[in-house]
């Protein structure tokens, strides 16, 4: 009776495995395809930057400042401005996120505080640039008095991505094995010790993927450097952190919307977005270098 049975519900087993491979199937064919569909939107949009682009780039174009009303000349100015803002905003957020980090995922107690906290980390990084960019010209620009400068717009920008950096850093040092630390401290190493010696380098790949996504978000913002630090145009490089400078995603900006010949300067703007997007990558690229040796060591 039991064989009749089984025989029975085969047919059934066999139509409901079907229609289980058949959804599988098509939600397969559905992620490949809108994965596809952003990818290909993806490679457009650089195609057309490029291929607009491409032909005003060139040795003078990277080496000299902007001439004659921003319509000729080159964006060496814009570059190391962009440069020198995420530099200096990496140095700055780096620290205080990755320590911030250490102390929510090692030392903080779970409890109302602890939520509190996170909650405000998660919103903040939903904020829109445009409010930081407000908040740093009323703190930094106004209070305290730095003017339109470097080092205003880079602490501007390193409030903007200390959310997300605490958030990535604190996700690579959770993602240690608990292993490492038990073994840590059952050789006789100190909490401290265990953070420094074994979770640190241990989370480091992660915490540097982090740094590669914040950097890349840094070097494109336009709305924060407006307000604190970008300047409209100058032919100089800044000669201390108290002067304005010149970043790609302005000059786009104010090539494109403000200025006197938006014409005549648009080869300019697509070779400025092409180099923006060649920074960024050779930027990312650097950071995934460093990252994989972080990652050949520890596999040492």
Same mark, same amino acid.
């Given at each position: 009776? %039991?064989?009749?049975?089984?025989?029975?519900?085969?047919?059934?087993?066999?139509?409901?495995?079907?229609?289980?491979?058949?959804?599988?199937?098509?939600?397969?064919?559905?992620?490949?395809?809108?994965?596809?569909?952003?990818?290909?939107?993806?490679?457009?949009?650089?195609?057309?930057?490029?291929?607009?682009?491409?032909?005003?780039?060139?040795?003078?174009?990277?080496?000299?400042?902007?001439?004659?009303?921003?319509?000729?000349?080159?964006?060496?100015?814009?570059?190391?401005? %962009?440069?020198?803002?995420?530099?200096?905003?990496?140095?700055?957020?780096?620290?205080?996120?990755?320590?911030?980090?250490?102390?929510?995922?090692?030392?903080?107690?779970?409890?109302?505080?602890?939520?509190?906290?996170m909650m405000s980390i998660y919103t903040l990084a939903g904020v829109p640039s445009v409010v930081f960019g407000l908040f740093g010209l009323a703190v930094f620009v106004v209070t305290l008095n730095f003017g339109?400068?470097?080092?205003?717009?880079?602490?501007?920008?390193?409030?903007?991505?200390?959310?997300?950096?605490?958030?990535?850093?604190?996700?690579?040092?959770?993602?240690?094995?608990?292993?490492?630390?038990?073994?840590?401290?059952?050789?006789?190493?100190?909490?401290?010790?265990?953070?420094?010696?074994?979770?640190?380098?241990?989370?480091?790949?992660?915490?540097?993927?982090?740094?590669?996504?914040?950097?890349?978000?840094?070097?494109?913002?336009?709305?924060?450097?407006?307000?604190?630090?970008?300047?409209?145009?100058?032919?100089?490089?800044?000669?201390?952190?108290?002067?304005?400078?010149?970043?790609?995603?302005?000059?786009?900006?104010?090539?494109?919307?403000?200025?006197?010949?938006?014409?005549?300067?648009?080869?300019?703007?697509?070779?400025?977005?092409?180099?923006?997007?060649?920074?960024?990558?050779?930027?990312?690229?650097?950071?995934?270098?460093?990252?994989?040796?972080?990652?050949?060591?520890?596999?040492?």
């Amino acid at each position: 009776m %039991t064989e009749t049975f089984r025989d029975a519900r085969a047919p059934i087993d066999a139509l409901r495995k079907r229609g289980r491979n058949l959804t599988e199937s098509f939600f397969l064919s559905l992620i490949r395809l809108l994965g596809s569909v952003g990818a290909l939107i993806l490679f457009a949009i650089l195609f057309f930057v490029a291929y607009n682009g491409i032909h005003i780039l060139s040795w003078e174009f990277i080496t000299q400042p902007p001439l004659d009303a921003m319509t000729k000349g080159g964006i060496f100015p814009v570059i190391v401005g %962009t440069v020198l803002l995420t530099m200096l905003c990496m140095i700055v957020v780096m620290p205080i996120g990755v320590t911030t980090a250490i102390f929510l995922s090692e030392y903080a107690k779970p409890g109302l505080l602890l939520k509190i906290v996170m909650m405000s980390i998660y919103t903040l990084a939903g904020v829109p640039s445009v409010v930081f960019g407000l908040f740093g010209l009323a703190v930094f620009v106004v209070t305290l008095n730095f003017g339109m400068s470097l080092l205003a717009g880079s602490l501007t920008l390193a409030i903007m991505v200390l959310p997300y950096i605490i958030s990535t850093s604190e996700e690579a040092l959770k993602a240690v094995p608990y292993s490492f630390k038990e073994a840590s401290l059952a050789c006789g190493a100190t909490k401290w010790q265990t953070i420094r010696k074994v979770i640190l380098p241990t989370a480091l790949p992660g915490i540097l993927t982090g740094a590669i996504l914040g950097t890349a978000k840094v070097s494109g913002e336009t709305a924060p450097i407006m307000f604190t630090a970008a300047a409209f145009f100058t032919t100089g490089l800044p000669r201390s952190v108290f002067e304005p400078v010149m970043a790609l995603p302005y000059h786009i900006y104010v090539l494109a919307t403000a200025g006197t010949h938006i014409e005549e300067t648009r080869p300019i703007q697509y070779g400025t977005a092409l180099t923006l997007i060649v920074l960024v990558l050779g930027m990312n690229l650097l950071g995934i270098i460093l990252r994989s040796r972080q990652r050949k060591k520890r596999a040492w």
